[in-house]
Every structure is written in structure tokens, then in C-alpha cells.
């Protein structure tokens, strides 16, 4: 998982925390619109918490896969780098090394367990 440079204020803890929410939210994301279960609830939330007020718009979005123990596809983000490099819009190369810290999203499977797709 990336996070903002904000969340270093958060400690630690916040950070576990965080990653927990996280990873419920997407799990509920993912249960919600790949197997329907409680859709109408997450599609209020997003009307609630999002600019697309209609509830039917989030009905006919096709939804980016996000993995549900929050594993990061590195080669993708690499891929990605090339890419802007080759485009001319990122100049210097990019080293994602410092930018992965794995231990909070550990901590989080590990609370919450490895996701199970429903029954």
C-alpha cells in the first residue's frame, strides 16, 4: 500500500488502523459489486461520500480490481514509470523501493484474516 505523506501523523497505530479500515472498505467493495451483497448500502455510501449523486450510475461502472489483502502489483507501478518516462512527463527515473512499507498491510490480514470471497 502507498500512503499520502500525511499519514506519518497518524503513528503507528493510526497506521494500523487505517490500513484495517482500509481493507474492510475495499473487501465490502468487492463483495458489494462482484457478488451483491449489501450493494444498495455501499452504492448510498458512495452517493453520500462522492460527487456522482446518482445511485444508478454506480450500477453501470466497471470497477478497477483492487486485491483484497491489499497486495500492490509492483511490476504494474513499474510498468507504469516506464511508461511516463517514455512519454517524457516523469524526467528522472523513479526508484518505488522507499516507497513500499508492507508491515501495516501484514498487520491488517493478519487482524482481519485473508479474504474469503462470500458463499
Known amino acids: 500500500m502507498l500512503y499520502w505523506t500525511g499519514i506519518e501523523r497518524l503513528g503507528a497505530a493510526g ?3 487505517f490500513m484495517v479500515a ?11 459489486f462482484e457478488y451483491g451483497i449489501d450493494q ?4 448510498r455510501i458512495m452517493v453520500d461520500n462522492t460527487p456522482i ?4 450510475i454506480y450500477r453501470q461502472i466497471k470497477y478497477t480490481w ?19 518516462r517514455d ?9 518505488l523501493g522507499p516507497m513500499f512499507e508492507d508491515k501495516y498491510r501484514q ?4 487482524y482481519l484474516g485473508e479474504y474469503q470471497p462470500p458463499r
Open 107 to 110: 498487520f491488517a490480514v493478519q
Open 22 to 32: 482500509y481493507l474492510r472498505g475495499v473487501r465490502d467493495y468487492i463483495n458489494a
Open 40 to 43: 444498495d448500502a455501499i452504492i
Open 66 to 84: 483492487i486485491d483484497p489483502n491489499g497486495v500492490v502489483n509492483r511490476a504494474s507501478l513499474e510498468s507504469d514509470i516506464e511508461l511516463l
Open 15 to 17: 497506521r494500523r488502523a
Open 53 to 56: 449523486k446518482d445511485p444508478a
Open 87 to 95: 512519454l517524457g512527463i516523469a524526467q528522472t527515473p523513479i526508484d
